[in-house]
Nanobody, 131 residues
Framework: QVQLVESGGGLVQPGGSLRLSCAAS????????IGWFRQAPGKDREAISC????????YYADSVKGRFTISRDTARNTAYLQMNNLKPEDHAVYYC????????????????????????WGKGTLVTVSS
């Protein structure tokens, strides 16, 4: 059974850090594109980072570039999102998603992350940034 489970969310003060985890089961992340998304209250879902399985390129949305880092540990079959210098506008539910290559892929266009074929999704973890 294919499953993604996010963890690591919580309450943090502005300027603080969190590391989100995305544990995969039922498939190997090595051959999958992996993306992190977020949805703030009252807003559309936003793709913030993606690890392309085609060429191992990594993409970030302008809103998080320089503050967030995506990574993966193939031995643990887990992806991570390290979030530093968090801001109140980072408050959202964060989701990870994965898709097999082909056709799953991702890229960056005009400061936005564009993904395709990320068919498997976790249920999300809430990040609250507040003093």
């Amino acid at each position: 059974q294919v499953q993604l489970v996010e963890s690591g969310g919580g309450l943090v003060q502005p300027g603080g850090s969190l590391r989100l985890s995305c544990a995969a089961s039922g498939f190997a992340l090595d051959y999958y594109a992996i993306g992190w998304f977020r949805q703030a209250p009252g807003k559309d879902r936003e793709a913030i980072s993606c690890f392309s399985s085609i060429d191992n390129s990594i993409y970030y949305a302008d809103s998080v570039k320089g503050r967030f880092t995506i990574s993966r540990d193939t031995a643990r079959n887990t992806a991570y999102l390290q979030m530093n210098n968090l801001k109140p506008e980072d408050h959202a539910v964060y989701y990870c998603a994965a898709g097999p290559r082909p056709p799953a892929a991702c890229t960056e266009v005009d400061g936005r992350v564009i993904s395709y074929g990320l068919d498997y999704w976790g249920k999300g973890t809430l990040v609250t940034v507040s003093s």
